[in-house]
């Protein structure tokens, strides 16, 4: 079992970040207080008068990069909140969601563009593991209006009577080879998403779950995978990836599939993959298999 290690913020210079970026990520908050509180003028003029002065020094409005993250490890969830909450707070400019468990950790987090690296550093000494960041692209406004890091049973709730192996769950396949594997056709493609996400964009020939939440998706799997040979080629994907860690793994060990793979990072790598390889957004870009539009989960609905 892993116990979170102390964070050591302020010796690593942690808390020396610039006063600017944490304006700037006060101006968000504010901004999202004015839209809640619109029906409430007295407020929205106090609100707006703060904001004016944070404005005026405040050069330069803010990028901010929202990063998702997951591991699945044996560990004292109780320990790792309470230092992990204590080490973000002492970022001073950190936004969004974790969930602790005993079986991991699952979060959210967005802050100013150029603080990538001290987040990072946050992280692995106040978990005592590394944890791989999953980067959208930057954006004017951050999708959090607060900070949260919480404890739970589990890091995505499943409805699983039966605990599984979330290390036996098939491989994980890069964005080019995802891409390549997609191309030829000769797999099961399956989204694991829920309907609305679906919704609103999908890989080409992807066969939708199209279920209101994860808990529910394993029965629609045993109807969809009924009549294939356990070596057909089975490809699964969803935003960032952790769904079809637990997807891929009821897939493995409850159905008995052997040819099982999904999409590193989910539809978020996939996308920073396209846009790093053809120098333009990957949602101008006509080669991608992806068709509409990739829903994330902001301020903040939990993939459930």
């Known amino acids: 079992m892993v116990v979170c290690a102390l964070a050591v913020a302020q010796s690593r210079g942690l808390s020396s970040v610039p006063a600017a970026a944490a304006r700037r990520l006060e101006i968000i908050r504010l901004e999202h207080e004015m839209e809640e509180e619109r029906e409430n003028k007295a407020r929205v003029r106090e609100l707006r008068k703060r904001l004016n002065a944070l404005r005026r020094a405040t050069p ?83 999708p959090f209006l607060h900070l949260r890091v919480r404890s739970k049973p589990k890091i995505l709730e499943d409805g699983l009577a039966e605990e599984l192996d979330w290390s036996v769950c098939g491989s994980e396949l890069e964005p080019a080879a995802w891409h390549e594997a997609l191309s030829s056709g000769e797999a099961v493609v399956l989204d694991v998403r829920n309907g609305y996400e679906s919704a609103l964009g999908s890989f080409e020939n992807a066969t939708l779950l199209n279920t209101d939440s994860f808990a529910r998706s394993w029965h629609r799997l045993d109807d969809l995978l009924r009549d294939k040979p356990s070596d057909t080629k089975i490809l699964m994907f969803c ?57 994330v989960f902001d301020r903040r609905k939990e993939a459930d």
């Open 60 to 142: 330069q409005p803010s990028e901010v990069r929202v990063a998702t993250f997951y591991r699945f490890l044996e560990l004292d969830p109780e320990t790792c909140r309470v230092r992990l909450s204590a080490a973000l707070e002492a970022l001073g400019v950190v936004l969004g969601s974790v969930t602790v468990s005993r079986e991991g950790v699952n979060g959210a987090l967005a802050v100013p563009a150029g603080i990538e690296f001290e987040l990072e550093t946050v992280l692995a000494e106040s978990l005592g593991f590394d944890v791989e960041l999953n980067w959208a692209p930057a954006t004017r406004a951050s």
């Open 239 to 295: 935003t960032g990836g952790i769904r079809c860690v637990k997807g891929g793994a009821y897939v493995r060990q409850k159905l008995g599939f052997t040819n099982v793979h999904r999409l590193k990072h989910g539809v978020v790598g996939y996308e920073r993959w396209l846009a790093e390889e053809e120098g333009v957004r990957a949602s101008s870009s006509s080669s991608s298999l992806f068709r509409g539009s990739n829903f």
